[in-house]
T-cell receptor
Framework: DQQVKQNSPSLSVQEGRISILNCDYT??????FLWYKKYPAEGPTFLIS?????DKNEDGRFTVFLNKSAKHLSLHIVPSQPGDSAVYFC????????????FGSGTKLNVKP | DGGITQSPKYLFRKEGQNVTLSCEQN?????MYWYRQDPGQGLRLIYY???????QKGDIAEGYSVSREKKESFPLTVTSAQKNPTAFYLC????????????FGPGTRLTVL
């Protein structure tokens, strides 16, 4: 039973445009959400996070939005660059277990020059 | 500089053999984790450890074993009881506390022939 879902396996965007990656979750006890970026044959690297007390967090070109009522979060990348091409995973953690993270299946982003 | 190392990057073993994957971190993190990634799937938690000499099963612990004798090290043994061991294995660590992200190693690709 997957508690974190990324329903789009892939996304293709033109350089300079906005990339929007989506993530849905089912567990209302999740209180912390993260996005990771992964290149082939490498480990994921942390990108941005948001706690459940916020609905938006920005870091440069990356913004994460959280809609708790819809149990949905999204990652916006503006403007998209070819170097952003990677697999993006969202992850969530519940309030009573700091050390257990649940990951989505990932979305492969391709930014075309 | 600080980070997580996993060795080797590629590992080949014959069916029926146990194999141990190495994970070392010099980030002084308390918690360490092992994940498995299969094509088209997210990261699935095998085991995690919050402190030395303590560890908990994740979602897919069957056929795996771990030890945490030192803070810096968290080796994973893939035993012959693991039915489908060929996968990409990722080790991660994190600081204790509520809002800390995980740092990942580069991964080990295990192929059982």
């Amino acid at each position: 039973d997957q508690q974190v879902k990324q329903n789009s396996p892939s996304l293709s965007v033109q350089e300079g445009r906005i990339s929007i990656l989506n993530c849905d979750y089912t567990n209302s006890m999740f209180d912390y959400f993260l996005w990771y970026k992964k290149y082939p044959a490498e480990g994921p690297t942390f990108l941005i996070s948001i706690s459940s007390i916020k609905d938006k967090n920005e870091d440069g070109r990356f913004t994460v939005f959280l809609n708790k009522s819809a149990k949905h979060l999204s990652l916006h990348i503006v403007p998209s660059q070819p170097g952003d091409s990677a697999v993006y995973f969202c992850a969530a953690r519940q309030i009573y277990n700091f050390n257990k993270f649940y990951f989505g299946s990932g979305t492969k982003l391709n930014v075309k020059p | 500089d600080g980070g997580i190392t996993q060795s080797p990057k590629y590992l080949f073993r014959k069916e029926g053999q146990n194999v141990t994957l190495s994970c070392e971190q010099n980030l002084n993190h308390d918690a360490m984790y092992w994940y498995r990634q299969d094509p088209g799937q997210g990261l699935r938690l095998i085991y995690y450890s919050q402190i030395v000499n303590d560890f908990q099963k994740g979602d897919i612990a069957e056929g795996y074993s771990v030890s945490r004798e030192k803070k810096e090290s968290f080796p994973l043994t893939v035993t012959s009881a693991q039915k489908n061991p060929t996968a990409f294995y990722l080790c991660a660590s994190s600081q204790a506390g509520a809002y800390n992200e995980q740092f990942f190693g580069p991964g080990t690709r295990l192929t059982v022939l």
